[in-house]
């Protein structure tokens, strides 16, 4: 596995536009300094095809996926940690790397990840996302 330290610009984003967690997020690369590093998926989209991209819908709805300019895939808490790096931030993927931290994030991002869409709706009642999750 490629270390997120690796990771190499542009990154490809493959996110869930119909998550309003997801969107917001989204949201806030498109406004960041080094927006022009990343490329967004949304693998909702009408005629999103994950097949040239080695995929299956249900792996990339089961969590976040980037994939770096050099080839390398990362997935869940990992894509964030590659996806920062690219941009800069770097301490804070050392941060989220630290002995003891690592795994209780791991376990943290695979838990929001399988709930977003309920926490979406609390956070967004009027979220197009009803009637998943």
Known sequence: ????????????L?????CA????????LERHRHRERIRFIDIRADGFDPAPW?????????????????????????SSR???AVLGHRWL???????GLRPLLDA???????RRNRLARWLEPDSRDAGNG
């Open 21 to 28: 967690l997801c969107r917001r997020q989204v949201g806030w």
């Open 93 to 99: 993927v050392r941060l989220t790397c630290l002995p």
């Open 54 to 78: 080695g995929r299956d819908c249900d792996e990339l709805m089961g969590r976040l996926y980037a994939l770096d300019g050099a080839g390398h895939w990362f997935a869940g808490m990992e």
């Open 14 to 18: 493959f996110y869930d536009g119909g």
């Open 1 to 12: 596995m490629t270390s997120p330290f690796a990771a190499r610009a542009p990154i490809t």
């Open 108 to 114: 943290l991002y695979m838990a929001v990840a399988r």
């Open 82 to 84: 590659a996806l920062y």
